[in-house]
C-alpha cells in the first residue's frame, strides 16, 4: 500500500507544453512538499502546503505553480517548459520525517 | 548558497565494518537534523533524525552522532551490510520547518 505516490514517473515533453505531475498520500499528513533534483544531484525544496495553505516558496520561477484540491493531493504545474527544467521531481509529505514519493524523471526537449 | 554540505560524494566499505559517513551544515539556527537513504530509481526514506538538544541517537545499527560546536553530524553503521550501498542524504531544517538537503553520498558496501 503505496504511502506516498506520484504520476507520471517519467516526463517527456517539448519546450513550451504545459504538463503536471500529480502527487498524493494516504498517510494522514498535513504538510506535502516539492523538492527538484537536479544534474548534480542536489535536492531543492520548491514548495510545500499545510492544511492546503502554502507555507513556503522558494525562489522557484512562477511557471511553477503547485496545486492542492485537498489535503492528500498536492499538483505541480508547469507552464511554458524550458531545458533546464529537466530534473528529477520529488513529492513528499510529512512534518518533521519526511516521506517521499518514487519521483518523476521529467526530460524538456 | 548550500546550508548543509556532503564533502564526500562516495565511500566503500568492507561488509561488516563501520561506515561514517559525515555531513556539515553552516547555519546555527538549524534544529533538527535528518538522515535519508536512497536507492536508484526511488525517493528518499527516512532512516534516522536527532535533534539539537541532544548530541547521539541510536536505532539498531545506525547512530547519528551531532557536534553543534563544529556543526557537524554523522552518521555510523555498524555492522555494514550489502543491503546499506545506498545514496545517503542528510537534512537539516530551522524553526521554520525548511529543510536542506546535502547533496549525497554513495555508500558501497563490498560483500
Known amino acids: 500500500d503505496t504511502a506516498v505516490s506520484q504520476t507520471p514517473k517519467y516526463l517527456v515533453t517539448q519546450m513550451g507544453n504545459d504538463k503536471s505531475i500529480k502527487c498524493e498520500q494516504n498517510l494522514g499528513h498535513d504538510t506535502m512538499y516539492w523538492y527538484k533534483q537536479d544534474s548534480k544531484k542536489f535536492l531543492k525544496i520548491m514548495f510545500s502546503?499545510?492544511?492546503?495553505?502554502?507555507?513556503i516558496n522558494e525562489t522557484v520561477p512562477n511557471r511553477f505553480s503547485p496545486k492542492s484540491p485537498d489535503k492528500a493531493h498536492l499538483n505541480l504545474h508547469i507552464n511554458s517548459l524550458e531545458l533546464g527544467d529537466s530534473a528529477v521531481y520529488f513529492c513528499a509529505s510529512g512534518r518533521y520525517e519526511q516521506y517521499f514519493g518514487p519521483g518523476t524523471r521529467l526530460t524538456v526537449t | 548558497d548550500q546550508q548543509v554540505k556532503q564533502n564526500s560524494p562516495s565511500l566503500s566499505v568492507q561488509e561488516g565494518r563501520i561506515s561514517i559517513l559525515n555531513c556539515d551544515y553552516t547555519n546555527s539556527m538549524f534544529d533538527y537534523f535528518l538522515w535519508y537513504k536512497k536507492y536508484p530509481a526511488e525517493g528518499p526514506t527516512f532512516l534516522i533524525s536527532i535533534s539539537s538538544i541532544k548530541d547521539k541517537n541510536e536505532d539498531g545499527r545506525f547512530t547519528v552522532f551531532l557536534n553543534k560546536s563544529a556543526k557537524h553530524l554523522s552518521l555510523h553503521i555498524v555492522p555494514s551490510q550489502p543491503g546499506d550501498s545506498a545514496v545517503y542524504f542528510c537534512?537539516?531544517?530551522?524553526?521554520?520547518?525548511?529543510?536542506?538537503f546535502g547533496t549525497g553520498t554513495s555508500l558501497t558496501v563490498i560483500p
Open positions: 502546503y499545510n492544511n492546503k495553505e502554502l507555507i
Open positions: 537534512a537539516a531544517s530551522d524553526v521554520g520547518n525548511q529543510f536542506y
